[in-house]
T-cell receptor, first 117, second 114 residues
Framework: AQKVTQAQTEISVVEKEDVTLDCVYE???????LFWYKQPPSGELVFLIR??????QNEISGRYSWNFQKSTSSFNFTITASQVVDSAVYFC??????????????FGKGTHLIIQP | ETGVTQTPRHLVMGMTNKKSLKCEQH?????MYWYKQSAKKPLELMFV???????ENNSVPSRFSPECPNSSHLFLHLHTLQPEDSALYLC?????????????FGPGTRLLVL
């Protein structure tokens, strides 16, 4: 069984502050993939990043960065110098790998991020 | 990516109605998915289709009936729904070249069952 926990239900910060969204996962698979998606008020889930279990390198993309630590089963997401447009619900998700074929994603409950001007 | 479209965007139906949700992907993908997002639960996987074949049914009640006539289209037929079925229904697609591929989502259909 797989599980993704996003303990922060809602975070509110003032624009330009840095903010970190936490994600902790559970899986028995040795090969797995982790994802972050953004869901703006329009409802569409926007893909942000995918990371496989063998790649623990941190990733930076503009103001976004991700910290993957297998030792603590965490895949945290940091937004630097936040902007109002970053306001959305952010989901962390997990899927097994190595089986071939299409597998569904197991999602966390999401963190509602509010960036105040 | 804006290659996954869903219609209608909003739907209100009574418990005795029959309706269908439509999903279309223009990305050349081979796998398609239905997810349910309700207010009090995480996003839940409902069905997976791979090369038009259903590969997963996540214990979904029979009042939800999926159909995948080809790799570009996915339907969700609804009949005798309950008010607790009110939710955002999201469709996704992925290339499925044999490994794990990123899923790309449509904008969803917001369903209200009265």
């Amino acid at each position: 069984a797989q599980k993704v926990t996003q303990a922060q239900t809602e975070i509110s910060v003032v624009e330009k502050e840095d903010v970190t969204l936490d994600c902790v996962y559970e899986t028995r698979d040795t090969t797995y993939y982790l994802f972050w998606y953004k869901q703006p008020p329009s409802g569409e889930l926007v893909f942000l990043i995918r990371r496989n279990s063998f790649d623990e390198q941190n990733e930076i993309s503009g103001r976004y960065s991700w910290n993957f630590q297998k030792s603590t089963s965490s895949f945290n997401f940091t937004i630097t110098a936040s902007q109002v447009v970053d306001s959305a619900v952010y989901f962390c998700a997990l899927t097994p790998g190595g089986r071939g074929g299409a597998d569904g994603l197991t999602f966390g409950k999401g963190t509602h991020l509010i960036i105040q001007p | 990516e804006t290659g996954v479209t869903q219609t209608p965007r909003h739907l209100v139906m009574g418990m005795t109605n029959k309706k269908s949700l439509k999903c279309e992907q223009h990305l050349g993908h081979n796998a398609m998915y239905w997810y349910k997002q309700s207010a009090k639960k995480p996003l839940e996987l409902m069905f997976v289709y791979n090369f038009k074949e259903q590969t997963e049914n996540n214990s979904v009640p029979s009042r939800f009936s999926p159909e995948c006539p080809n790799s570009s289209h996915l339907f969700l037929h609804l009949h005798t729904l309950q008010p607790e079925d009110s939710a955002l229904y999201l469709c996704a697609s992925s290339p499925d070249s044999g490994g794990v591929e990123t899923q790309y989502f449509g904008p969803g259909t917001r369903l209200l069952v009265l």
